[in-house]
Structure formats: C-alpha cells, structure tokens
Nanobody, 121 residues
Framework: QVQLVESGGGLVQAGGSLRLSCAAS????????MGWYRQAPGKQRELVAS???????SYVDSVKGRFTISRDNAKNTVTLQMNSLKPEDTAVYYC???????????????WGQGTQVTVSS
C-alpha cells in the first residue's frame, strides 16, 4: 500500500502564498504521475496541476502563472507552490499519486487526506 501525507494548508489573505507538500511512503515500486486536485464546497473536484515522471507539467487555466508544481523523485514528494492567492482558490486540496506498489500491480491512484486552503479577501 502507498500512503500519502500532506502538509502546508492554512489561512492566508488574498495575494499571499502557501506551499503544499505531499510525501508518499509505503510499498512503492514506481510512481508515475503526481498531482494536486481541489474541491470547493458545492463544486466538483478539479485537477489543479500535475507533473509526469519526466517533469512535464500542466495546470488548470485559473492557476497558470500563479501556481508551480514540482516533484522530487528521490524523496517521492510533490509540492505545490501557490502565489498570488485569490478567494476563489479556497478549497480542500488533495494530493494524488499514480503508482505501482509492486511490479505485478498496474498503476493505481492514491489520494491524500486533504488539506484546507482558505484565502480571505
């Protein structure tokens, strides 16, 4: 099994910054893509940013130029640097990792417990 532990959420004023981190541990044969999703009250969960094992990144349009995703393959961590935060960024943020726990198991999506990000106006 793969466990994900997130950290870094909190309350910040509009225009401020937060940094989210997620560490994967447990039985890990390989990790493919890593990413961050968010879910605001009454809304569907959306993909905010993702990064491949090769380092290619993608972002939802609303965060382009403000958020940066990065990963450390040696430490099995993924980080989301969030700058110029807006009230509409308020949501629970979830770390997502697509990994193979053993060579005989195909890629499976693992989720963190979620961390609250609140941006006040």
């Amino acid at each position: 099994q793969v466990q994900l532990v997130e950290s870094g959420g909190g309350l910040v004023q509009a225009g401020g910054s937060l940094r989210l981190s997620c560490a994967a541990s447990g039985s890990i044969f390989s990790i493919n893509a890593m990413g961050w999703y968010r879910q605001a009250p009454g809304k569907q969960r959306e993909l905010v940013a993702s990064i491949t094992i090769a380092g290619s990144t993608s972002y939802v349009d609303s965060v382009k130029g403000r958020f940066t995703i990065s990963r450390d393959n040696a430490k099995n961590t993924v980080t989301l640097q969030m700058n110029s935060l807006k009230p509409e960024d308020t949501a629970v943020y979830y770390c997502n990792v697509r990994a193979r726990p053993t060579p005989s198991i195909l890629n499976y999506d693992y989720w963190g417990q979620g961390t609250q990000v609140t941006v006040s106006s």
